[in-house]
């Protein structure tokens, strides 16, 4: 639950057990990155990929990037050793695999409280399941400390016995719930991966409805599409422009004494002013990223 505006358009996932990926890592475009601790590592590598990962968090040199730890489950045989490492670790974010319930949520932050992690360090959460999407409301409403849903829909179309569609019908209750469930808490949420790097009309063509939908931005499975979901999820130099002159139109007219004011024929009321500020505001943000 935040009221900050912070650019989200990229999430890359990176393996925790490469450490050259994690070095890479430092000099990519992305706005997020997810290192991650559970599905990119095999179970033999799992102790290592959380010492690289904790140590990388450690050490910084990732600039404006915000830094996000996947754990493993917390009932697996890795996930309380995982979230006490984080923690030590202080990253932007811890990442909750597999989340199904509010009370996944307080038992993380209950750690994490033990663990001593600093007050930066939030709580995300993969949302991947049929039982996530059917409680989604009650775990947006967990926690002041989470800010952030992850929509897990490889997962989920795995679960729901669907299949990977171009217009993502079968997935399209699932991201309703889970969009409003987090706008009613005032939560970020970013979509699901695009799993074909060959197809990158395909894959623009999914964050442009992603976009769309509402989403904040996309996570990522390869530095290739960092650019692709880096341009779409940014407001555009013409929305841009029109937010300014909704900004000055409206700030004029309330001089006058009048609630609303027409721009290019259009109808401009208080509620189009708040999301002309929100995409300026946005647009410096990602500003600040870029530099």
């Known amino acids: 639950m935040s009221n900050q505006i912070r650019p989200r358009r990229s999430v890359l996932y990176m393996p925790g057990s490469n450490p050259r990926a994690l070095e890479k890592a430092k000099s990519l475009m992305a706005d997020g990155l ?28 990732y600039g404006q990037r915000e830094l996000i730890i996947r ?4 009932d697996s045989a890795w ?49 991947e399941t049929p039982r996530a999407m059917l409680n989604a409301a009650e775990i947006a409403g967990s926690s002041d400390r989470l800010t952030c849903f992850v929509m897990g829909t490889s997962d989920l179309v795995k679960d729901l016995h669907a299949h990977h569609t171009t217009m993502r019908l079968p997935v399209l209750t699932s991201l309703g719930l889970c969009l409003l469930a987090a706008r009613a808490e005032n939560m970020d949420i970013v979509d699901g991966v695009y799993l074909d790097l060959n197809d990158d009309q395909g894959f623009r063509a999914s964050c442009t409805q992603g976009l769309e939908f ?21 407001p555009s130099a013409a929305e841009l422009e029109f937010a300014h002159r909704i900004i000055e139109a409206f700030t ?26 929100r995409l300026v505001t946005l647009s410096e943000a990602i500003g600040g990223n870029d530099d």
């Open 34 to 61: 997810i290192l991650d601790l559970e599905d990119a590592v095999a179970v033999e590598a799992k102790l290592d990929a959380r010492t690289l990962v904790a140590e990388a968090v450690k050490a910084g040199g």
């Open 252 to 277: 004029e007219a309330e001089r006058e004494g009048k609630g609303v004011v027409l721009v290019d024929g259009k109808l401009i009321e208080n509620l189009h002013v708040e999301n002309a500020r």
């Open 214 to 234: 509402g989403f904040d931005g996309k996570t990522l499975i390869h530095p290739k599409q960092l650019a692709g979901a880096n341009e779409i999820f940014a």
């Open 79 to 127: 996930g309380e050793d995982d979230m006490k490492a984080a923690c030590t670790a202080g990253p932007d974010a811890i990442l909750l695999p597999k989340v199904e319930s509010a009370q996944m949520v307080r038992q993380a932050e209950e750690m994490m409280i033990k663990y001593h992690a600093p007050e930066k360090t939030k709580i995300w959460c993969m949302m």
């Open 71 to 74: 754990i493993n489950s917390l």
